[in-house]
């Protein structure tokens, strides 16, 4: 536990761009709110691989995100479900129906769609919230947190030496 | 840009996936074996196992060896085994999710072979009862036990049978007993003879009585006297009215008794006589417990197959499925209508190859589809057969046609000609076992079920038959008779019609040769029907006429009692005479 939030820790505190990190974690939440045998899954883990992406951050949140997939299924079935027999919206389900590379994706899934939507709508707010949030911690919360007497007090801490080893052992 | 692309990354993804693709198509052969297993199971509902399987890539395709399909009635055997089945799939189809099979092999198919393990999903029943349960099951026994056909001699009936009229004449004479000591009793305790002579005495005494108050005394004591008297009769009158009541019921009882010997006789004669209307159904019950079987061993096929169809057909597109709650994480797939509509599963034509002991039938399946509304074609099939060792011709027709799932409508022909039988075993009842030596059957059966609707008529015919039993010295005349006729039919047919639901079938069979039979035996088992009535009315008789006899006397001798009681009324009654 102490090394997972030493490597949150580390994550947000160094020199990584917030954007490669948000772009990790808004990743992360396809892979893990949709099912993970999915086709769909396969783009989305190439472009992570592709991409200067976080790993660290990717890998952390796919499994948060994971967690929380399983306690919305009923959610993105019903949403998945409304959506794939929403009547003005059968012309455009028969034609991705008739394409086999979508047959293939398993669209027609009703939590395979649901949760697919939700994340693909949340992608881009969550990629510029994100963004914002890693910003403002570095400029405010992490500067004031420095120089205050609680910090110097850890910085001699279990915590501390965890992070300072992480950190040390990952430049080396 | 530059920044943004990190291409070691790109290229352990490509790394990755190629290495999982290899190790996918090494690993693929278990997967699909393992998949064809358990599907196979699920089915049938006993094992389904695979020798091997063989998937090629380039092109696609699949081979299954070694296929064995449990009887699920008997574990220990397989349902069928094929040595082969090979075909070639097309790659687009299976990425919409669909087996599309234009040509099917089908080679080296064996039926009801043995398995060197149980195939049963559950735990086995005991190797023996598992066996007599399947055997009566699905009727392995060699033969039928016909009824008997020879009549046992008098005495061991006799022997063997409990007689009620000797029960009942028991009982007659114990009661007669008992009642004879009660009347007894009751009558010992009346006023007898010498007790009304005393009254007599009395009364006669009466008269030396002088004197005026010796007169007035008289007549009171008189007066006591007479009542005294009255009240004696009064009680030997009512004892003599029960002494008549009992012997009444007694004669009564005696005459029911003195029937009871031919209602045993009637009764025996009916258990062990002959009865040339049992012997009528004799094709029945030789054919009967077959036809049944096969009729049955069909029936369970045809429902196991049946669903499978059915499932698809409910399952159509355009129609939104029911909303049930889906299984946690699983969801619903919706299906939307197809530009070219296919069947999930559905080979076009599969060559099957069958082998027998009789030798090769060849044959086809056609349009196998799990949804025949969207193909439009009926499952048929046809298997021919003209080299066989034992059978000159055999056709196999038949169809599924679910194409309109409201009005479905299944069919199966089947047509034999000149199968040769040599030692069928028809009867191995060790009373009269008989044997088919040799003959030629011609057959036809026509099975359709329409709507639920079970119709199946068949037509067998016997022709140029010899049937052998028992030594002929050691047959009765009845079982020479039955021999006799049957080899004599020149062409023994029998029409087998089955109706009702595949569920609940009646079936009905008749035979030209009932009508021989009943006329060949009728007149042989009347003379020893007659004969065996003689002789165990003469035996029963000799049992029970002498008891009988008794019986009457000692009910003659209770009317005794009742004379008896007479004399002393009239002895009364003779005192109170003025």
């Known amino acids: 536990m102490i090394t997972l939030i030493a490597k949150i820790l580390k994550m947000l505190n160094a020199e990584t761009a917030p954007s490669q990190i948000s772009l990790g974690i808004c990743f992360a939440m396809i892979m893990g709110l949709t099912p993970l045998w999915s086709l769909h899954n396969l783009p989305v883990l190439l472009l992570v691989m592709l991409l200067r992406v976080n790993l660290s951050a990717f890998i952390v949140s796919w499994g948060l995100f994971s967690c929380i997939a399983y306690l919305l299924d009923p959610v993105f079935h019903t949403l998945g479900y409304k959506l794939l027999t929403l009547a003005p919206l059968n012309g455009l389900w028969t034609s991705l129906y008739n394409i086999p590379l979508f047959r293939l994706a398993g669209f027609n899934n009703s939590i395979r769609m649901g949760s697919l939507v939700v994340s693909v709508i949340l992608f881009i707010p969550l990629f510029l919230v994100l963004n914002m949030l890693i910003r403002q911690y570095r400029e405010r919360i992490l500067a004031w947190v420095k120089k205050t007497k609680l910090a110097e007090t850890l910085n001699a801490s279990r915590l501390i030496s965890v992070y300072k080893a992480l950190t040390e052992g990952g430049r080396s | ?578």
Request: some cysteine.
């Open chain 2, 1 to 578: 840009m530059k920044q943004m692309i990190r291409w070691k990354g790109f290229i352990a993804f490509i790394v990755v996936f190629a290495v999982l693709a290899v190790f996918f198509m090494l690993i693929a052969d278990g997967f699909v074996k393992k998949a064809v297993e358990s599907t196979g199971t699920r089915i049938v509902g006993a094992r389904v196992d695979l020798a091997d399987t063989d998937l090629t890539f380039f092109p696609l395709g699949l081979g299954l060896s070694g296929m064995q399909i449990t009887n699920p009635d008997e574990p220990i055997k397989n349902a069928a085994e094929i040595q082969q089945i090979r075909f070639s799939l097309n790659p687009w189809h299976l990425i919409e999710k669909k087996v599309i099979i234009n040509e099917m092999t089908i080679t080296g198919v064996r039926f009801n072979t043995d398995r060197r393990e149980s195939g049963a999903l559950t735990k086995e029943a005991p190797p023996e009862k598992s066996r007599e349960k399947a055997e009566k099951k699905s009727g392995q026994a060699k033969g039928v036990s016909l009824p008997s056909l020879s009549v046992p001699d008098a005495r061991t009936i006799l022997e063997r049978e409990e007689l009620q009229c000797v029960k009942e004449i028991e009982r007659l004479e114990a009661d007669i007993k008992q009642k004879e000591q009660e009347l007894r009793e009751m009558v010992r305790n009346l006023p007898d003879e010498e007790k009304l002579e005393n009254y007599r005495s009395r009364l006669n005494g009466l008269d030396d009585e002088k004197g005026v108050m010796g007169i007035l005394g008289g007549i009171t004591r008189a007066k006591k006297v007479k009542e005294d008297i009255q009240a004696d009769l009064d009680r030997i009158r009512q004892a003599k009215q029960e002494v008549e009541t009992t012997v009444q019921t007694l004669e009564k009882r005696l005459k029911e008794v003195a029937q009871a010997p031919q209602q045993d006789i009637a009764r025996l004669k009916e258990k062990y006589a002959i009865s040339p209307k049992g012997l009528g159904n004799l094709t029945r019950l030789v054919f009967g417990p077959a036809y049944a079987r096969w009729m049955d061993r069909g029936l369970y096929w045809y429902e196991k197959i049946k669903p499978l169809l059915a499932k698809a057909a409910s399952a159509k597109a355009d129609q939104p499925p029911e909303e049930v709650p889906p299984a946690r994480g699983e969801g619903v797939n919706v299906r939307f209508k197809e530009h070219s509509p296919r069947p999930d599963f559905f080979v076009q034509q599969a060559d099957v190859s069958v082998l027998t002991d009789q030798g090769g039938i060849t044959g086809s399946v056609k349009d196998i589809a799990s949804d025949q509304t969207i193909t439009g074609r009926p499952t048929t099939w046809s298997f021919d057969a003209t080299s066989l060792k034992d059978i000159k011709m055999l056709a196999i027709k038949g169809a599924l046609d679910h194409t309109n799932p409201a009005a479905a409508k299944d069919r199966l022909h089947v047509d034999a000609n000149h199968i040769r039988l040599e030692n069928v075993t028809i009867s191995e009842s060790a009373d009269f076992p008989l044997v088919l030596d040799k003959g030629r059957l011609d057959l036809k059966v026509d099975t359709t079920i329409r709507g639920g609707d079970l119709r199946s008529d068949g037509r067998f015919a016997l022709t140029a038959a010899t049937f052998s039993g028992k030594p002929e010295a050691s047959m009765s005349p009845i079982q020479s008779a039955i021999t006799r006729a049957l080899s004599d039919i020149p062409e023994i047919t029998v029409d087998t019609s089955v109706r009702g639901t595949p569920e609940n079938p009646s079936m009905t069979i008749s035979s030209n040769a009932d009508s021989v039979v009943r006329n060949a035996v009728a007149g042989i088992a009347r003379r020893e029907t007659a004969a065996l009535e003689k002789k165990l009315r003469q035996k029963i008789t000799a049992r029970t006429d002498g008891r009988i006899n008794n019986l009457t006397e000692s009910i003659n001798g209770l009317e005794k009692i009742s004379r008896e009681l007479s004399q002393r009324l009239d002895q009364g009654n003779a005192l109170l005479a003025p």
